[in-house]
């Protein structure tokens, strides 16, 4: 495994995201724990040391399950991350009372990194809202030592990264960005991981794979990569693009099963950044991704959560995205045009907008 030195700590280079923890009966509410612990204790075998969750993830249960299958191993053989969730306005106001019921749900007495989560243009505002307090809250667990490496995760626009890096960047340590090489242009994360080094501060990655979409790549695209390096697979590429970008201290992967952990954790073996002509058909590859106009959806679930009416959207768009059959069950046509998902996007997707145009009412 691959080591990352931070501050004195040595971090294995992949992490464990734990938003798509395997589940039964596809259900993203009910975790499958035993299998969890299977890929805790491979990841563990292989290296991997880094465990990042969320209040949010899995709709509040990926805390809980991951903290059961740490439990059994030595508080000080890895280190665990997770997020105050102001990514839901209603949780502002529930600083102290989310942060003690995460370390409840985790069994732990601290947590070695905590992030802001996704700080966005939609947010952004109530998290530096003095009234709310979050800022000096957590600065405050962080002088306690229940707290001991505080950052950020963001989707948000360069702008209000910048104006949250100028707000409280000298006490933060690490910026968390959804990074890769679709998205390196697509959502110009190349200019954001710009500005997080003008501030000095290293790179944590979320996304790598995109959700998914850069682990199964066409046929044609597959050919060119292999006549650079034979035999290496779509994911590999993903990776290896990362371990490519300057200031990138942490790749997190949201890995589902114990087939990818195997071939993530073989991947970060060893350290192969790309050439400029290997970067140069990368982003090729992601120009004519961006020409076909799917709507980017990474299938995080965050809107499910938040849906009356209980419609599989990630689903939904990636049907519509591959020309798909729909998946069963609600559909476009029961969407209320509430407009709740759209707040805990990621994305920014105009939900409501796409659901009306598929179900062909605009």
């Known amino acids: 495994m691959i080591y990352k030195e931070f501050q004195g700590l040595r971090l294995s280079a992949l992490g464990l995201g734990c938003m798509r923890l395997p589940t039964l009966d596809g259900n993203e509410d ?3 724990q035993e299998k969890v612990e299977e890929m805790v204790a491979f990841a563990r075998e292989q290296g991997v040391n880094y465990f990042d969750t969320a209040w949010g993830y899995h709709a509040g249960n990926s805390e809980l399950a991951i903290g059961r299958a740490l439990a059994k191993y030595p508080r000080d053989s890895f280190y665990l991350a997770t997020k105050f969730p102001g990514f839901a306005p209603e949780n502002m106001a529930k600083a102290p009372e989310i942060f003690e019921r995460q370390l409840e749900k985790c069994q732990v007495d601290h947590f070695d990194f905590y992030l802001f989560h996704n700080v966005s243009e939609r947010n952004v505002d109530g998290y530096l809202d ?15 030592g229940r707290i001991r490496h505080l950052g950020f995760s963001t989707h948000g626009s360069r702008a209000t990264i910048r104006r949250f890096l100028d707000a ?12 890769n090489y679709l998205d390196w242009t697509l959502q110009n994360a190349k200019a954001k ?25 066409p046929q044609a695209d597959m050919e060119k990569l292999n006549a650079l390096r034979p035999g290496v697979s779509a994911p590999e590429w993903a990776f290896r693009f990362l371990q490519s970008v300057e200031g990138v201290g942490m790749i997190l992967s949201g890995m589902s099963n114990m087939d990818q952990l195997w071939e993530n954790a073989a991947t970060f073996q060893t350290e192969a950044p790309l050439n400029g002509r290997e970067q140069a058909v990368l982003a090729e590859i992601a120009q004519e991704m961006i020409r076909g106009n799917k709507v980017p959806c990474t299938g995080c679930s965050y809107c499910t959560t938040r849906c009356p009416q209980g419609l599989p ?3 939904i768009i990636k049907s519509r995205n591959e ?13 209320l045009a509430c407009h709740s998902c759209e707040v805990v996007c ?6 409501a907008q796409l659901m009306a145009l598929y179900a062909g009412r605009r």
């Open 323 to 335: 020309d798909a059959a729909a998946p069963q069950g609600p559909g476009p046509q029961d969407c």
């Open 346 to 351: 990621p994305q920014g997707i105009s939900i």
């Open 130 to 144: 003095e009234k709310y307090g979050i800022f000096d809250y957590l600065m405050e667990q962080k002088r306690a």
């Open 30 to 32: 009910q975790i499958d």
């Open 193 to 217: 991981v710009e500005i997080i080094r003008e501030y000095g501060l290293p790179v944590w990655v979320m996304e790598p794979v995109r959700g998914g979409r850069l682990a199964q790549l």
């Open 168 to 179: 409280y960047g000298k006490d933060l340590e690490f910026v968390q960005i959804q990074l």
């Open 313 to 315: 959207i990630p689903q």
